[in-house]
């Protein structure tokens, strides 16, 4: 988004193609969309055959609930084969129409790399936190990737590289960055990370509060309301206000809260990182980036099937964060470890740091400027 606004303030005429629900998004930040692909749980749902989500009594399941080795057998087809085919069919008519001097397409979206290449358009990687390496993961996506890519007949016309051989815009910080990426081929442009979030307003209770403030959030996509809960719980025993963020718990299922902790479906972010004091997260991409650059110590909650295991601990690297694994995760143990991150000035002078950094990494608007050299 921030690399699209950049882009239409300079000029370029932007065309941007998403899955219909983030339309409404875009044209809010006046931007023009495309409809193209899935979204990513219907892409899962493709790849169960239409059943990957309900009960034995036809009921919908929540992906927590999935078992991780089912959940990741998945993944694999849905990134490897399900989005990337949606994607690139969805965008040859478009391509051929418009005829874009550039496509940016998205690190975990090589569907639109591929028909890029098809229409002989030159393409740019555009990264979305850090690059990590599964061993047992990433070469079964990478094999059904290079699959469809056989499929759609544009196989020979690709690189062997995670960016299909096409220059990559990098938005994460090198002190998080994963130092085997880093050390590669790839030709890297480093961009700042942006935090982009749809504008909104908080509670009064949470902007005009007095003491520190404590931002829980646990993503999109997955999250359950006892992992919600027991977090909140470790919380209460600290003099901190709380603001949580719950777009996949329906709130009431948290049960009664004191007037301190304050829940909201849907919270925009960016803002409520100007009023934290610290975040408790799922380590995200996303989330994890925006937190660095506000400069924000964390306290990481990683849930297995996600890239959250590695961004916390690329986090606690960095000593701008603490960790706690699913397995760990109590309410004493949130508390014990939030107790820490607040106390320790440790954390908030690496996360400062860290912030720095980001800061002093090129613009968006650097990377526009840069255009006709990938055109070329």
Same mark, same amino acid.
């Given at each position: 988004? %921030?690399?699209?606004?950049?882009?239409?303030?300079?000029?370029?005429?932007?065309?941007?193609?998403?899955?219909?629900?983030?339309?409404?998004i875009l044209e809010k930040a006046g931007l023009r969309p495309l409809t193209a692909g899935l979204t990513v749980p219907e892409a899962f749902i493709e790849a169960?055959?239409?059943?990957?989500?309900?009960? #034995?009594?036809?009921?919908?399941?929540?992906?927590?609930?999935?078992?991780?080795?089912?959940?990741?057998?998945?993944?694999?087809?849905?990134?490897?084969?399900?989005?990337?085919?949606?994607?690139? #069919?969805?965008? $040859?008519?478009?391509?051929?129409?418009?005829?874009?001097?550039?496509?940016?397409?998205?690190?975990?979206?090589?569907?639109?790399?591929?028909?890029?290449?098809?229409?002989?358009?030159?393409?740019?990687?555009?990264?979305?936190? @850090?690059?990590?390496?599964?061993?047992?993961?990433?070469?079964?996506?990478?094999?059904? &990737?290079?699959?469809?890519?056989?499929?759609?007949?544009?196989?020979?016309?690709?690189?062997?590289?995670?960016?299909?051989?096409?220059?990559?815009?990098?938005?994460?910080?090198?002190?998080?960055?994963?130092?085997?990426?880093?050390?590669?081929?790839?030709?890297?442009?480093?961009?700042?990370?942006? %935090?982009?979030?749809?504008?909104?307003?908080?509670?009064?209770?949470?902007?005009?509060?007095?003491?520190?403030?404590?931002?829980?959030?646990?993503?999109?996509? &997955?999250?359950?309301?006892?992992?919600? @809960?027991?977090?909140?719980?470790? &919380?209460?025993?600290?003099?901190?206000?709380?603001?949580?963020?719950?777009?996949?718990?329906? %709130?009431?299922?948290?049960?009664?809260?004191?007037?301190?902790?304050?829940?909201?479906?849907?919270?925009?972010?960016?803002?409520?990182?100007?009023?934290?004091?610290?975040?408790?997260?799922?380590?995200?991409?996303?989330?994890?980036?925006?937190?660095?650059?506000?400069?924000?110590?964390?306290?990481?909650?990683?849930?297995?099937?996600?890239?959250?295991?590695?961004?916390? $601990?690329?986090? @606690?690297?960095?000593?701008?964060?603490?960790?706690?694994?699913?397995?760990?995760?109590?309410?004493?143990?949130?508390?014990?470890?939030?107790?820490? &991150?607040?106390?320790?000035?440790?954390?908030?002078?690496?996360?400062?740091?860290?912030?720095?950094?980001?800061?002093?990494?090129?613009? %968006?608007?650097?990377?526009?400027?840069?255009?006709?050299?990938?055109?070329?």
């Amino acid at each position: 988004m %921030p690399l699209a606004q950049a882009a239409q303030e300079a000029g370029h005429e932007v065309w941007f193609a998403t899955s219909e629900p983030f339309h409404p998004i875009l044209e809010k930040a006046g931007l023009r969309p495309l409809t193209a692909g899935l979204t990513v749980p219907e892409a899962f749902i493709e790849a169960a055959g239409g059943q990957a989500f309900l009960d #034995a009594n036809g009921g919908a399941v929540q992906a927590s609930d999935v078992p991780p080795e089912v959940l990741a057998g998945l993944a694999v087809k849905a990134f490897g084969s399900v989005l990337p085919r949606s994607v690139a #069919a969805d965008l $040859a008519p478009v391509l051929d129409s418009v005829r874009p001097d550039l496509v940016v397409y998205e690190i975990l979206n090589p569907g639109a790399a591929f028909a890029a290449v098809a229409a002989g358009v030159p393409a740019v990687c555009h990264g979305i936190g @850090r690059v990590s390496y599964d061993d047992t993961m990433d070469p079964l996506v990478q094999q059904e &990737l290079y699959a469809t890519a056989s499929d759609l007949g544009v196989a020979g016309k690709i690189g062997q590289s995670r960016t299909l051989g096409n220059p990559y815009l990098d938005i994460c910080p090198p002190a998080v960055q994963n130092q085997d990426f880093l050390a590669s081929d790839v030709q890297r442009i480093p961009q700042r990370s942006v %935090p982009f979030a749809e504008p909104g307003e908080l509670p009064a209770r949470v902007t005009e509060g007095e003491g520190p403030l404590v931002y829980l959030s646990l993503g999109t996509v &997955l999250g359950s309301a006892e992992l919600l @809960r027991t977090a909140i719980d470790g &919380l209460l025993p600290l003099d901190v206000r709380v603001l949580v963020a719950s777009p996949v718990v329906d %709130p009431a299922a948290l049960g009664e809260l004191p007037d301190r902790v304050v829940v909201l479906p849907w919270v925009p972010q960016a803002e409520a990182l100007r009023h934290a004091t610290a975040v408790v997260h799922h380590g995200g991409a996303g989330t994890t980036l925006a937190v660095l650059a506000a400069g924000l110590p964390a306290l990481i909650l990683p849930q297995p099937g996600d890239d959250g295991p590695d961004n916390a $601990a690329a986090v @606690r690297a960095t000593g701008a964060g603490r960790v706690l694994p699913a397995p760990e995760v109590s309410a004493e143990a949130v508390e014990a470890e939030m107790r820490a &991150l607040l106390g320790d000035g440790a954390h908030q002078e690496a996360a400062r740091r860290v912030a720095r950094e980001m800061a002093a990494m090129p613009e %968006p608007a650097e990377t526009v400027a840069r255009f006709p050299e990938f055109v070329r």
